[in-house]
C-alpha cells in the first residue's frame, strides 16, 4: 500500500483526498518508481483546487514531476535501485503523476539522475528550470554568444523566467529581466544576475513592424504583444527561444524581423524533445546553476497540505519553491 493524493471528480466539483492504494491501481508503464520528492506547480494549484481545465480524465494523482529511486523496470535501461527525474509527458494530467508514494511510468519518459544531483536539487529545478536551459541552450545552438549583446527574459519573475535569468547571467550573457512586478521582484532579479530590469508595460503596446535593434537573443515565456514588441527589436542574426506563452498564443507581427533581419523563432517544448537533448540540459543546468540557488528558501509541505497550498499558490499568496516530501 501507498499514500496518494488523488483527485476525483462530483458533478462540476473537484475533490481532492489522501488515500491509500495498492499497486494494482496505477496506470501501465515499464518502470515502477517510489517518489521520494514531488514539486507543487502554478498547473498543479489549479489542477488541485479545479480552478483550471487541467485533468483530462479522473481519478487522477496529480503533480507534473517527480524524482525518486527504481523499484521495478521491464526496460533494460533501467535497473531496480536506479534514481531518475520526471518531467512533463502529461503525468499530473492526463497519466497519474508525482503526488504518491509510487508512480508507474513509461521508461522513455524518464531521465537517470545527473552527476552531483539529487531529489531536492531536481525538484528545485522541477520542470520550469529544464525549460530554461532548453531556452538557453536553444540560443547557444542558434549561435547566440554573449558578446553579441543583450538577452532578454520576458515574465522573468515566473518560474522558467527567473532560472533562465540566473543561467543567462551565469554564462556571462548580459540580461534585460522584463516582469509585471518590478518593485516586488526587482532585489530578487537583480540576485539572480539581471543587469537590467525592464516593466513589462514596455513591451505591452503596438508596435510597428521593425524598431530600433537592441536584442541579441530572447526568452519568451509571455507571448502575445509582448513576444511581437521583442521581435521588432531583435537585432539582425538574432534568436527568440518561445516557450509556455503564459499572455497569449496570439502573435501579431510580420513576417519583417525575419525575412529583413534573419531573426530565428525556436519553439521550446520540454516534453516533445529527445532524450538526449533533455539529459544535456539536467546535466549542464546542475553544472551551471550557483549552490546558492539550491540555498534559497523553499516550503517543504506533505500530502496534507497540499489543497491548502494549492488554493494559496492559485491566489499568488505563495513565493519560492515548493517541494512535497513523500
Known sequence: MFKALQLTQDGKA?????CELDDSALPAGEVLVEVVASSLNYKDGLAVTGKGKIIRDFPMVPGIDFAG???ESSDDRYQAGDEVVLTGWGVGERHWGGMAQRARVKAD??????????????????????????????????GVKPEHGEVLVTGASGGVGSVAVSLLSQLGYEVVASTGRVEENGDMLTALGAKTLMPRSELEAECRPLERSRWAGIVDTVGGQVLATALAQANY?????????????????????????????????????????RQRAWNRILEILPQSYFDQACTSISLEQVHDYADRIVKGQVTGRVLITL
Open 109 to 142: 519518459w524518464l531521465v537517470p539522475m545527473p552527476k552531483g544531483g539529487d531529489h531536492h536539487k531536481a525538484m528545485m529545478i522541477g520542470t520550469a528550470g529544464l525549460t530554461a536551459m532548453l531556452c538557453v541552450q536553444a540560443l547557444e545552438d542558434a
Open 69 to 71: 529511486k527504481v523499484l
Open 14 to 18: 473537484t475533490l481532492a483526498k489522501v
Open 237 to 277: 542574426g538574432g534568436a527568440a527561444a518561445i516557450c509556455g506563452l503564459a499572455g497569449s498564443f496570439a502573435l501579431p507581427t510580420t513576417v519583417m524581423p525575419f525575412i529583413l533581419r534573419g531573426v530565428s523563432l525556436l519553439g521550446v517544448d520540454s516534453v516533445m524533445c529527445p532524450l538526449e537533448k
